[in-house]
């Protein structure tokens, strides 16, 4: 067995002439990063907690993890395929401009069967067929970054893409309020956004055709699409495991709104005006960290320090979060998890792409990563309802408190930017 060099750098293979120049990729890439933000993030932050609060009434906390912890794990088996297909595709339009596309019209035509849904399982039903959509469009997004952005700017657009995160929910949040909550018209309005703003994105991109040999889809090749070795590319899974640790704290958004109606006692007429206000505060935390880390990390060259930083930083948003006797109070804990849940996605991209085993199947290797975002919304859901029975929303919130500092220790296995080769350190290697 012997060691070769690893792969050419992500991001620098693009022949000259066929990238998409910086000035029209970022505002694409953050369009299309926006629209799936707001077709996915907008109904686990409010209108499925609305629809499902008029069908099961007292039964809401349960009908919710049901349903959001069944779209998690369709997620969670649906994005490996989205960035396989991805890497695969032939298609002139381009592999990754084809799936943003297909993606996003799918999902809207999806969200706007949600608006008619009448029964918990047809949410059930139709929010899990979303999830698997919308993970064709999300695969594409990021595997595209991997494309085109050289490794030097890595840190300034994940930290630009961090923002748009956050934007995504308040914009999707503020759309749905113009409308009666509860309504059709907030469906529709969040789909025809959505799909609008992919459209104007792939307007903007160019994607060369791939004509990279690729080898034969067996069974052997399909069961690959949701493994890597961990023991092979190491780097790869502690960056994995930091990320999975560190959303798993950010899983505690899709239960404010029924946070805020359980405790507090607010009306779901008045509850999505609340929830507009604690998203906003979180953009503001979430935008403006992610961009100064994201520049930062750029100009320092260094990633771990941030991460050390995000953890706790989020950990202690939940603690007081648990700890709310006030929606004021409410406020503050929103505006701490948003700084460390900006500081976090601000250099969190940019790392994992640093460490993928391949440059050729950067979709893949990008969508098993983004299992560690789908797995804690579906964990979560699932273990919600224990946690609430056994000490209510403080044992909830504490508990994911306890993963984020977690995911913080984690990071110092992951090598520094420039440091991959360092003693004592887990570095992306290749063997043949």
């Keep these: 067995m012997t060691m070769t060099p690893a792969p050419p750098a992500v991001g620098s293979k693009a022949p000259d002439g066929q990238a998409t120049p910086l000035r029209r990729f970022v505002p694409a890439l953050l369009a299309t990063q926006l629209g799936f933000c707001i077709a996915v993030f907008t109904p686990l932050q409010l209108l499925l907690a609305l629809r499902l609060d008029e069908m099961a009434g007292d039964g809401a906390n349960k009908a919710f993890g049901l349903v959001t912890g069944i779209g998690a794990l369709c997620a969670l088996l649906s994005n490996p395929i989205a960035g396989r297909a991805s890497d695969r595709t032939r298609a002139r339009f ?21 608006s008619a849904t009448t029964a918990v399982w047809q949410v059930a039903l139709l929010w899990s067929l979303a999830q698997v959509v919308g993970n064709f469009q999300f695969a594409a997004n990021n595997a595209i970054l991997a494309d085109q952005i050289p490794p030097a700017r890595r840190g300034g657009v994940s930290g630009l893409v961090g923002a748009v995160a956050a934007i995504g929910p308040l914009a999707g949040i503020g759309l749905a309020n ?17 799909a609008g703003l992919t459209v104007l994105a792939v307007l903007l991109l160019r994607d060369p055709r791939s004509t990279a040999p690729k080898p034969p889809l067996n069974l052997r090749t399909l069961l690959g699409t949701f493994w890597f070795n961990p023991w092979r590319h190491p780097a790869f899974g502690w960056a994995w495991l930091v990320r999975f640790l560190i959303m798993a704290t950010h899983a505690a958004v899709g239960y404010t709104t029924l946070f805020l109606m359980q405790r507090f006692d607010i009306s779901k007429g008045d509850v999505g005006s609340v929830v507009l206000g604690i998203s906003a505060v979180t953009l503001v935390s979430v935008a403006a960290v992610s961009v100064i880390a994201g520049y930062l990390s750029d100009r320092l060259q260094r990633q771990l320090p941030f991460v050390v930083f995000a953890g706790p930083t989020a950990a202690l948003g939940l603690v007081l979060m648990a700890a709310a006797d006030s929606i004021g109070a409410v406020y503050v804990a929103s505006a701490v998890l948003g700084v460390g849940t900006g500081t976090f996605l601000a250099v969190d991209l940019a790392l994992c792409v640093r460490v993928l085993p391949s440059a050729e199947d950067a979709g893949k290797d990008l969508a098993i990563i983004n299992i560690a975002n789908s797995l804690p919304q579906s964990l979560v859901p699932f273990a919600a309802p224990a946690l609430l029975a056994i000490g209510g929303y403080p044992a909830l919130f504490l508990t994911l408190a306890a993963l984020g500092l977690l995911g913080a220790a984690a990071i110092l296995r992951v090598p520094e930017i420039g440091r991959e080769a360092a003693p004592g350190r887990a570095a992306p290697i290749t063997r043949t």
């Design 94 to 114: 381009g592999r990754r401009r084809s799936w943003m596309l297909t993606g996003s019209l799918a999902l809207a035509l999806v969200l706007t069967a949600l």
């Design 178 to 194: 113009a409308f009666p909550a509860g309504g059709s018209l907030q469906w529709l309005s969040v789909a025809i956004a959505s």
